[in-house]
C-alpha cells in the first residue's frame, strides 16, 4: 500500500505545482519585454534634493579630511550596475531582477544612485526587508512565549510604519508606551516578549535591550557590580534604568501600568531586595517630571539633546546600507568621543530633520564613501587594509544567508519577485529562504560581525537544493532555459546570464568563453543544460557572495 506524504510535503508540491500553472499562463510574455535589446528611449533623471546633497558633502568632508591627513587616496566612483546592486541587497536583501535591470537602461548617465535609491524607497520589499532586520535588534530572531507575543505582527507594524516614513522618534515612543493587547497593538510585542517566566515583564532583560538598541549604550555590562577599567557606569545606574518598567504588568485587557506595582532589586553586598527608585543614568535634565514612568523614559530617550539617540541608529543604518558599522560593535558607542568622521555630521542632521529615516538613507546613499569601488581599477596597486579601514574604498562583505538565498531565488527569476509578484510564487519563495537560513546558520541578532565562511556553507550552496532546484527544474519557468529560448543570439544570452546573477556584464574572456561552448553545442536540450551550468557556476562563484 502506497503512503502518502507528509502534509508539509504535500503543501510544497502543491505550490510548487500551482506556480508552475501560473508562470506558464502569465510568464513568458515578460520575459520577452526583459530580453529584448533596443533599450527603452532616455528619460531625465529626478532632481536630487539639494538638501540632502549639502548634507552628504558634509559627510564627505569629514571623510576627505581624515583621508588626508593619513595620506590616503580615495579609490574612483563605482559604476551604475554595482551601485544597482549595493542598494538592492542593503535594502530588498536580493539583488536586482534582470527586469529591473533593462527599465533602469531607459535611464540616462547622472545621478543613477538617487533615481535607484527612490525606487526601492517607494517598493514594499524594502520596508519589509528593514522590518525584519530591525525587528531583530529589538526582540532578537526567537519566536518567544506564544500566549503574548507575536513576532510577526510586530514586524508587519514596523514595515508599514517604514512604508509611512513614520518619524523614528514616533515609533521608538511608541514601543516603549504601548499599552493593551499584543494582537491588536503590536507595539506591545517589544515588552510582551521578555515575558519568559510568566511574572510579568522583565524589567532587567528590558533596560538592557533600550541602552543597546536605541542608545548603543552596553550599561547591562553593569547588572551585578560596578564597572571596571576605567567604566563611568555604576551598577545603580543600570537598576535605576530598569526601575521605568516595574510599574508595567498584565492584566485580562492586555498590557498596563499599575502604579502601586515597584521594580526590586539587591544590590552586590545587600542582604536583601528593596524598591529602586527609576533614574536616568546621564542627563537627568531632560527627563520630565510628568507622565508614566515608561512615558517619562521614552520621552528621555528620544530628546533631540539626548545624542546618544541619534549617534545608535545612523551607526545602524550605515551598517545597514555597507555592512558595516561606523563604530564597532554597532551598539557600544562612546559618549565623549573620539567619533569617527561622518558620525556626528549625520546624528546631527538627522535630529535636525525630524528623525526622517529615509532621509537618512538618502544621505549616506549619497555619500562618496558609500558610491566608491571596493577595488583600486589598478591590479598593480591594490587597496590597503588601512584604506578600507578608513572608509577610502568601499568594504568588501560576506552577504548574509537570507542576502544568499533571495539573490538566488531572484537570479533564477527574469521579472522581479516583488508585492506584486503571485502569492503563491511569494509563499514558495519566503519558505525556501526561511529552509536555507536555517540550514546555512543565522546571524542571529544585528552584530555585523564576519565569522568567516564555513566549508559546511559552501557545501551547502554547492551540493543543497537552492541552487540547483532554481536553475534546473521547472524548465518553462527558470531563467537559463526562458534566456536559451528567447535570447536572439548566444552573446546576448550570455549577456543575459551575467546582468542576472552578478549584476554586471562579461568581461570579453567570459563572454567568448560561454558564447563559444553555446554556439557549439547541437540541440535545445544540450543548450538549456549548458545554460544551467553557466547560471550555476555563476552562483557558486566567490563574486556572487560577497558585496562589493
Known sequence: MESNPPPAASLFVLLRNAALLIGLAVGLGGAVWVLGMPQMASRPLAAVDPEVKNAAKAVDAAFEADWAAKGLTPVAKADSLTLARRLSLALTGSIPSLEELRAAEAVREGDFASLWLERLLSDRRSSDYLAERLTRVLVGTENGPFLIYRRRRLVEWLSEALMKNR?????????????????????????????????????????????????????????????????????????????????????????????????????????????????????????????????????????????????AIVNRMWALLLNRPLIMPVDDISHTGPWPPGLEVLAQDFAAHGYDLRRLIRVIASTRVFQMRSDSGDPEHPVTALAEQSWAAFPVTRL?????????????????????????????????????????????????????????????????????????????????????????????AVEAAFLAVFTRRPTAAEAAHFESLLAAAAGAQVRDNIMSDLFWTLMNATEFSWNH
Not at 511574572?199 to 560596578?226: M, N, W, Y
Open 400 to 492: 548574509r544567508p537570507e542576502q544568499m538565498a533571495g539573490s538566488v531565488i531572484q537570479a533564477a527569476s527574469l521579472t522581479t519577485l516583488d508585492a506584486d509578484t503571485h502569492v503563491l510564487f511569494r509563499l514558495k519563495r519566503d519558505a525556501d529562504i526561511a529552509n536555507f537560513v536555517k540550514r546555512y546558520g543565522d546571524t542571529g541578532e544585528d552584530d555585523f560581525t564576519d565569522g568567516g565562511g564555513t566549508i559546511p556553507q559552501r557545501l551547502l550552496l554547492m551540493n543543497g537544493n537552492m541552487v540547483t532546484d532554481n536553475v534546473r527544474d521547472n524548465p518553462l519557468l527558470n531563467a537559463p532555459s526562458r534566456i536559451r529560448l528567447l535570447a536572439p543570439d548566444t552573446r546576448r
Open 167 to 311: 518619524p523614528y522618534d514616533q515609533i521608538v515612543r511608541e514601543l516603549i508606551t504601548a499599552n493593551g493587547m499584543w494582537t491588536t497593538n503590536p507595539a506591545v510585542n517589544f515588552i510582551s516578549v521578555t515575558n519568559e517566566n510568566k511574572k510579568g515583564p522583565d524589567e532587567v532583560k528590558l533596560a538592557a535591550r533600550v541602552s543597546r538598541a536605541f542608545l548603543a549604550t552596553r550599561i547591562d555590562c553593569v547588572q551585578c557590580h560596578d564597572g571596571k577599567l576605567g567604566s563611568a557606569w555604576k551598577q545603580t545606574d543600570f537598576h535605576q534604568l530598569a526601575a521605568f518598567f516595574g510599574q508595567a504588568g498584565f492584566a485580562l485587557n492586555g498590557l498596563r501600568d499599575d502604579p502601586k506595582s515597584r521594580y526590586q532589586n539587591r544590590y552586590l553586598g545587600e542582604t536583601k531586595e528593596h524598591a529602586i527608585a527609576a533614574q536616568v543614568p546621564w542627563r537627568p535634565d531632560l527627563l520630565p517630571q510628568k507622565g508614566s514612568p515608561r512615558q517619562q523614559l521614552a520621552t528621555w530617550i528620544t530628546a533631540g539633546e539626548n545624542h546618544a539617540f541619534s549617534r
